[in-house]
Nanobody, 123 residues
Framework: VQLQASGGGLVQAGGSLRLSCTAS????????VAWFRQAPGNEREFVGT????????YYADSVKGRFTISRDNAKNTVYLQMNSLKPEDTAVYYC?????????????????WGQGTQVTVSS
């Protein structure tokens, strides 16, 4: 599967953005999809993940209550709705996928990656 992330941009603190991750291929519904982010000088970190059916999600503590992941398998798309953004959310955001059933949280478990989209939150 090939992934393409989009929707990043510049937003003021307290604002919102919605990222999209669009996949190619007919079996998108068989993939668990996650969002990760990487700020300059930092390691890539887990943001959140959604199970294949979309019925279950899991988030990092740093974004819980502010970010929401959803998916539309008919459109081969996963969304990351980001609200109440903070300057510390500034990073390149990546979507990733693996063909399994568990809400995985580590980079090494995901074999497919999108190219990343920049999110910048100004104070």
């Amino acid at each position: 599967v090939q992934l393409q992330a989009s929707g990043g941009g510049l937003v003021q603190a307290g604002g919102s953005l919605r990222l999209s991750c669009t996949a190619s291929g007919r079996t998108f519904s068989s993939y668990v999809v996650a969002w990760f982010r990487q700020a300059p000088g930092n390691e890539r970190e887990f943001v959140g993940t959604i199970i294949r059916s979309g019925s279950s999600t899991y988030y990092a503590d740093s974004v819980k209550g502010r970010f929401t992941i959803s998916r539309d398998n008919a459109k081969n798309t996963v969304y990351l709705q980001m609200n109440s953004l903070k300057p510390e959310d500034t990073a390149v955001y990546y979507c990733a996928a693996y063909q399994g059933g568990r809400l995985a949280t580590s980079v090494s478990e995901y074999g497919y990656w999108g190219q990343g989209t920049q999110v910048t939150v100004s104070s």
